[in-house]
């Protein structure tokens, strides 16, 4: 008797967490966008809600995918300042990127240093180093946050090829 009652636990447990799970709110992207998360160093804390992303928000449902390769990314996420350390890295890292790639600075610490002050160590944020295409404040942001900055560059991307799309047509 207690065997069977096993099963429909588990049933009930899956069609709960299918009621519960993240709904995509913005709406679905025409392209799947793929994203390489790279933590350069500091507290963690913006590479943490990184990885949060996909169990808290409808990533995938919305457009989006977390990737393992480079080479497979369309946008880079960074996180953290960088490093003497980490720079080497980083640079590999956006060499191995098709053409197309885009850098998002993603909280206080990847665009302008943060908490972590320019010294032996810490070369800053990544704007005073490169140009960032975007960028997502916050120390750090929250998972839905950077869902959202996501989507309005996702669409703000489509825009600007349509009308250059438009252009080319006319011109």
């Known amino acids: 008797m207690q065997s069977a009652s096993v099963p429909v636990t588990l049933l009930m447990a899956f069609l709960d967490a299918q ?12 392209q799947l966008i793929r994203l390489y998360p790279v933590a350069t160093g500091g507290c963690d804390g913006c590479a943490m809600e990184v990885q949060m ?11 989006f995918q977390l990737v ?14 960088v490093t003497r350390a980490s720079a080497g890295r980083l640079a590999e890292v956006w ?19 943060g908490v972590f002050p320019n010294d032996y160590a ?14 997502i404040p916050g120390c750090p942001p929250a998972p839905e946050e950077i869902l959202q900055a996501l989507c309005a560059f996702a669409r703000e991307g489509e825009r600007a090829a349509k009308a250059q799309a438009r252009r080319k047509l006319e011109g």
Do not use: F, K, Q, Y
């Open 68 to 81: 393992d390769d480079p080479a497979l990314a369309d946008w880079l996420l960074l996180s953290g300042p």
């Open 122 to 135: 810490v070369l800053g944020g990544v704007s005073s180093l490169a140009r960032s295409w975007r960028t």
């Open 19 to 30: 009621r519960w799970r993240p709904r995509a709110r913005h709406g679905r992207l025409r």
């Open 53 to 63: 992303l996909p169990s808290v928000t409808a990533l995938e449902g919305s457009g």
């Open 95 to 113: 060499s191995r990127m098709p053409p197309g790639r885009c850098m998002i600075a993603l909280g206080a610490c990847a665009l302008n240093g």
